[in-house]
């Protein structure tokens, strides 16, 4: 069983459109994320959700809007995209929002923009 | 200045020869952990290992082993016996309680290279 989970797996688009990315957790999990991995490969921090709620928001464009329905989802839905957002997107959870916590990370949606 | 500095950008190496992957950390909590997670080709990170920065003993798992230092604040990784299918882009990451935010920062990342 697939722990954490994305889709769609990859999302090619044309600039401007807007697109949505899923991601579930069957881990029993309180805390989520977003994460963005460029083409050099540095992964940063998008979003952070614990129990539904946002706690990180990290000077993310307002293109981006996550959405949190409830504990075991957290989508990503992305505005007007731009060249620049063609990267790996990574969803994650762990179980807490806790400094001890491993995140678990999802296996990534490759977005391309064109 | 970076939380974590992963130095080596790309490794290379022979298949069966050991290699170390650097992680150095900057931190002004005394309760923090580290991480590191494997990036194969598939794209996937995998958790690896967790420690937290009261536990100083070496790990070893397998081929794997860590060796933690808080008097150099290194935390490192060292792969014996490489093969192949270690190929992939290690990263180190920092977790710590600070301003109450414990998103993990990671490094950029080593890249190995193993070579049959």
């Known amino acids: 069983d697939t722990a954490v989970s994305q889709t769609p797996k990859y999302l090619v688009t044309q600039m401007g459109n807007d697109k949505s990315i899923k991601c579930e957790q069957n881990?029993?999990?309180?805390?989520m994320y977003w994460y963005k991995q460029d083409s050099k490969k540095f992964l940063k921090i998008m979003f952070s959700y614990n129990n539904k709620e946002l706690i990180i928001n990290e000077t993310v464009p307002n293109r981006f809007s996550p959405k949190s329905p409830d504990k075991a989802h957290l989508n990503l839905h992305i505005n007007s995209l731009e060249l620049g957002d063609s990267a790996v997107y990574f969803c994650a959870s762990s179980q807490a929002d806790r400094v001890q916590e491993t995140q678990y990370f999802g296996p990534g949606t490759r977005l391309l923009v064109l | 200045a970076q939380k974590v500095t992963q130095a080596q950008t790309e490794i290379s190496v022979v298949e069966k020869e050991d290699v170390t992957l650097d992680c150095v950390y900057e931190?002004?909590?005394?309760?923090?952990?580290l991480f590191w997670y494997k990036q194969p080709p598939s794209g996937e990170l995998v958790f690896l290992i967790r420690?937290?920065?009261?536990?100083?003993q070496n790990e070893i798992s397998g081929r794997y082993s860590w060796n933690f230092q808080k008097s150099t604040s290194s935390f490192n990784f060292t792969i014996t016996a490489s093969q192949v299918v270690d190929s992939a882009v290690y990263f180190c990451a920092l977790s710590e309680g600070a301003g109450g935010s414990y998103i993990p920062t990671f490094g950029r990342g080593t890249s190995l290279i193993v070579h049959p």
């Open positions: 881990l029993g999990h309180d805390t």
């Open positions: 420690r937290n920065s009261f536990d100083e």
């Open positions: 931190t002004r909590d005394t309760t923090y952990y």
